[in-house]
């Protein structure tokens, strides 16, 4: 099986981006975990770094993407977690269909995003974000381990050619100064610390939206060709700040995922400034 006959299978479930690399290891994300940068999720999933150890019995890892609308500017709701939950959930049809075939498949326990630029795909902008392109920076990944017989790999890409160049949009957007001109600073941006607890002051002054801070995406022009979409009077309604913290959260772990329960009820203290 390769690449067009995996895009077969992906068509019909309408995921975009597909791509079939040999295992790799992640020496970046063997270094953040050890040196404890990795987010609490990340650190409760225990992701592995070196897949052909986690997977021995895999030759490949399929990556797979897919590009999402942005909601409106102000809108309050972060549309990634949305995004990402749809994906895994479409990823599992995927799964379905190969193992339909015979295919051992199963979905890796491995830092996506890390994976995606060890294997040359896409580029960390100035906002520290993976941007693939034509997709921009929305974009939920998904990576399973797969057993092929005689895989034949893509040649590894010549790196995307979407460089920030002299553009500084982000870093005017920013509302907390997390991007300069040497690059983005964890330690003063509201996505990497909007979950801590307690949440530091910075982070309840200048928090606006649910699920994350979407300031730098909305103006980058790599998602220029995105045009946002209104959430729906249900989405709004699972997603109300006072609703999650009522304790009637059942409605926004379906659209988001249950691994996402802390970072819901995280971020709907910050936003309700109930701490
Ligand atoms: S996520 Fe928000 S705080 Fe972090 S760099 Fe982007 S705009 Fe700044
Ligand atoms: S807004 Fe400009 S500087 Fe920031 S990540 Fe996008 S292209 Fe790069």
Known sequence: MQN?????LCRPLDIPFSRLIPPLSSPSWAAARAEGRVDAVAHERQLHADTGAAYPWANVLLLLAQCYDPFPAGCGISPYYIASNTFYHKTNALLDALQERDIRAERAKI????VFLEAGIGRVGRNALLSIEPYGTRVALQVLALALEDPIFDPIPARDAWGCGSCTVCQDACPTGAIDESGWHGERCLRAHYYDDPPPPWVLAHADTLLGCEHCQN???RNAHLRAVEPSAETRA???PARILSGDIAP???LVGKNQKR???RSAV???KRI
């Open 4 to 8: 067009a006959e995996i895009s077969v």
């Open 270 to 272: 910050v936003l309700t």
């Open 238 to 240: 699972a997603l109300d």
């Open 111 to 114: 830092p996506f995003r890390a």
């Open 263 to 265: 970072h819901l009820i």
């Open 219 to 221: 103006v980058c022009p």
């Open 252 to 254: 926004a772990l379906t």
